[in-house]
């Protein structure tokens, strides 16, 4: 089944506890991006890729990293996380750049930082 | 700059009854439109798109959206609602010249029994 799949589901950790947020899409996409959805500001870009090792800012990005070392796989990483990181995340891949191509999201991960 | 808006952030219908979720945009170019649905504890699922051709564009569940480029719009719309279609909609427009998605803030739809 083609599919985005993010781990974990659910994370609760403490402020400034590094973290890891997996992403992997079977689809052998090339555009992939990391969302977050908070209430009434909708889905904000932190990062995305284009291809392997092509990575740029999103809307968001400070306080995340990110990398792509191969095509299937895009971690996002919180080196010190903060409670106003506390948000649901989405992972989101597309075969390509253009623009006719709509997106495949992963099931999400809420995290909560406290 | 691109962007997109939805003015309504719940809409309430009764089941049975034709239901409207409203997009407008604004874009440069040409415009590139989706709609998508995120049912809760999911993630967002596509539900149709517009690119060009017909300013009707069928999609998945029984939804259906309408472009009206003279008033930048995108609006969703369903014959008949269902119990089921309850959900969080997002409008969204692609940039064709930097690749990005922007997306609406979202409508959360209620249908009631």
């Known amino acids: 089944e083609a599919q985005v799949t993010q781990n974990p589901r659910y994370l609760i950790t403490v402020t400034g506890k590094k973290l890891t947020v997996t992403c992997s899409q079977n689809?052998?996409?090339?555009?992939m991006s990391w969302y977050r959805q908070d209430p009434g500001l909708g889905l904000r870009q932190i990062y995305y890729?284009?291809?392997?090792?092509?990575?740029d800012k999103g809307d968001v990005p400070e306080g995340y990293k990110v990398s792509r070392k191969e095509k299937r796989n895009f971690p996002l990483i919180l080196e010190s996380p903060s409670p106003n990181q506390t948000s649901l995340y989405f992972c989101?891949?597309?075969?390509?750049?253009?623009?006719?191509?709509?997106?495949?999201f992963g099931s999400g991960t809420r995290l909560t930082v406290v | 700059a691109q962007s997109v808006a939805q003015p309504e952030d719940q809409v309430n219908v009764a089941e049975g009854n034709p239901l409207t979720v409203k997009c407008t945009y604004s874009?440069?170019?040409?415009?590139?439109l989706f709609w998508y649905v995120q049912y809760p504890n999911r993630g967002l699922q596509f539900l149709l798109k517009?690119?060009?051709?017909?300013?009707l564009v069928k999609g998945s569940y029984g939804f259906e959206a309408e472009f009206n480029k003279s008033q930048t719009s995108f609006h969703l719309k369903k014959p008949s609602a269902l119990v089921s279609d309850s959900a969080l909609y997002f409008c969204?427009?692609?940039?064709?010249?930097?690749?990005?998605?922007?997306f609406g803030t979202g409508t959360r739809l209620k249908v009631l029994a």
């Open positions: 689809m052998n996409h090339e555009y």
């Open positions: 874009v440069s170019g040409n415009p590139y």
């Open positions: 890729s284009m291809n392997v090792e092509v990575t």
């Open positions: 969204a427009v692609r940039d064709e010249e930097t690749y990005k998605y922007i």
């Open positions: 989101a891949s597309s075969p390509g750049t253009a623009p006719n191509y709509g997106y495949t």
């Open positions: 517009y690119i060009t051709g017909d300013n």
